[in-house]
Each structure stands twice: as C-alpha cells, then as structure tokens.
C-alpha cells in the first residue's frame, strides 16, 4: 500500500455540498466545506497510518491503526466512531455516529481517488501527487 504514502495537491471535487447536507452540516459549514481545496498527507508505519489533511480553514490529523475503532470527530465537528481496513486495494473508513458514512481512498496512476457515502448522497475528491 505504499502508492498511498506522499503529498496529494488538490485537483476536483464532485457533490460535497450535497453530501455534508445529508451529514446535517449546517449551510455556512457546507459552502466553506465547499469551496477549500484541501491538500493531503499520508504516512505510514508499519499498521500505524497518520493523515494530514492541510486546507485554509483548518489542518486535521487522523492517526490510526489498521482495523482498530478509535473515538474520531470530523471537520465539521461531530463525534464518532471510526474505523480503517483495506479492501481490494482500498483504503476504507466506516464512521459510525448519528449517521453511518463510508469513505474509500484508492490511488488511480499519480492520483489519490476518495469517495464518501451517506444515505445514498456520494460525492468524489480527486487529488494529484505533489
């Protein structure tokens, strides 16, 4: 799972707004949410995997541990439960909370593909090696 190590710049996104709605993110969160252009980077030790996600509105860090639920909170602020394994090449992540998402992460040649689910609203994030 090396392809997933390194700096990702940001290139495109596709229907977050729609998605953070379905999360009950609130409308100024959602048009801010919407507009950054986070860039990402991902480490990895062993099963230990750091993910720092640098935007102008905030950094977020998320350690974990591969297939070991640990106390999260998202950008936005909710509290839940997350959990990482890989599948099919797939970085996954199940939050679980007062909704239950799923996030994908997968690199396509020089480009880091995340996906996110919830209640059937998806949206996708496309970033870029550095």
Same mark, same amino acid.
């Given at each position: 799972m090396d392809a997933f190590i390194g700096k990702w710049e940001?290139? /495109?996104v596709e229907n977050f707004e729609a998605f953070m709605k379905q999360l009950g993110v609130g409308m100024i969160q959602r048009k801010l949410g919407?507009?950054?252009?986070p860039t990402i980077n991902i480490e990895n030790?062993?099963?230990k995997w750091k993910i720092t996600v640098v935007s102008s509105v905030k950094t977020?860090?998320?350690e974990f541990e591969l297939d070991v639920?640990? /106390?999260d909170v998202t950008p936005d602020g909710r509290k839940v439960k997350s959990?990482?394994?890989l599948e099919n090449e797939k970085l996954v992540q199940i939050q679980t909370g007062e909704k239950i998402t799923r996030i994908e992460r997968w690199v396509e040649g020089d480009k880091l593909i995340t996906t996110g689910e919830c209640e059937g609203v998806k949206?996708?994030?496309i970033n870029k090696k550095a």
């Open positions: 940001h290139v /495109d919407a507009t950054v252009k030790n062993g099963n977020i860090v998320t639920e640990f /106390d959990i990482f394994h949206y996708k994030r």
